[in-house]
């Protein structure tokens, strides 16, 4: 059973999943489990806000259900879908058979049979390991209509299918929503909500982040990447890298048996910690030898 019964407690359960957390995440990490408030965090893109999702979900052995936001989401979609193939497979089977009671095959038609469960729908449902983790990715892809349904649903954790009837969570469960703050997301949502800015690691705790998820990783070459990939932060790049970056970097250099950074190594790999052609050739025209002393420098310092 993992212990969240205190700070301390909630980031080393966190950790033992390789989610390395600050004091700050893991108190409102806490207050979220505590008191049954959903967590809103944004940040940049690749700084983790997902993963936390992930660690709770594998922490607790609770379910994670994920429900992707994208432009033109409405609440039907997010709650559930009628399965129409087979409403009419239905449909013809009763008239082959000359059933003719219209009123019974309406309510077979629409009963649970029938009835494909989206994100939200499930995350309502009694579950046998507990109410479920249930991340809402990327809300600032939304628009404001979604955001009002959803600011209703959070408040009484339930949600209505017009044919079916209202379908209230038995328990609430573990609200994570995440943004790239592409756009400004409605106050009243997140009054709702426990607020908190993902930013960058700090340098020690990303070294702590990486050697938890590539432990395959020297110290030494661990530094190395580190060092460089906050010294491309930096830059004045379009899109800087995450700590998804970071990791997926180190990663493919040990895949390739690297044990020490190198100008050419760093060119040839830049597409794993970079991904628009104008940031790669930026920094492809840069010092890289330059930039690598600079870093290895700060890492040293």
Not at 18 to 32: A, E, Q, V
Not at 264 to 276: E, F, P, R
Request: with cysteine; aromatic share 6%; net charge negative.
């Amino acid at each position: 059973m993992a212990d969240i019964s205190s700070i301390d407690a909630v980031q080393s359960t966190l950790g033992e999943t390789g989610y390395i957390c600050d004091r700050p995440l893991g108190t409102l990490t806490y207050l979220s489990l505590t008191l049954g408030r959903p967590l809103f965090l944004e940040g940049e893109a690749g700084t983790g806000k997902t993963e936390i999702a992930k660690a709770l979900a594998a922490s607790l052995g609770r379910d994670l259900i994920r429900l992707q936001c994208y432009e033109g989401l409405d609440a039907a979609s997010a709650v559930y879908e009628w399965n129409f193939a087979g409403q009419m497979i239905a449909i013809r089977t009763a008239e082959a058979a000359g059933e003719a009671d219209r009123a019974a095959l309406q309510q077979q038609l629409f009963s649970v049979d029938f009835l494909t469960e989206r994100a939200l729908l499930r995350a309502m449902r009694p579950n046998t390991k507990g109410p479920p983790v249930l991340l809402i990715d990327e809300i600032d892809r939304t628009d404001e209509p979604f955001e009002a349904f959803l600011l209703e649903a959070l408040s009484d954790f339930q949600v209505t299918v017009p044919e079916f009837g209202t379908i209230t969570a038995p328990e609430p469960p573990i609200v994570i929503l995440t943004s790239n703050r592409t756009r400004e997301v409605h106050d009243a949502l997140k009054r709702r909500c426990l607020y908190h800015w993902v930013d960058y690691p700090t340098f020690e705790r990303e070294i702590e982040i990486l050697q938890a998820r590539a432990p395959e990783a020297s110290s030494a070459l661990s530094r190395e990447v580190v060092a460089f990939v906050q010294k491309l932060r930096t830059e004045d790049l379009f899109k800087k890298p995450g700590v998804a970056e970071t990791i997926d970097w180190a990663k493919c250099l040990l895949a390739l048996d690297v044990i020490t950074l190198s100008p050419q190594v760093i060119a040839d790999t830049l597409g794993a910690i970079l991904k628009y052609q104008d940031d790669i050739q930026k920094i492809q025209n840069s010092d890289l030898s330059a930039m690598l002393d600079d870093a290895t420098r700060e890492a040293g310092s």
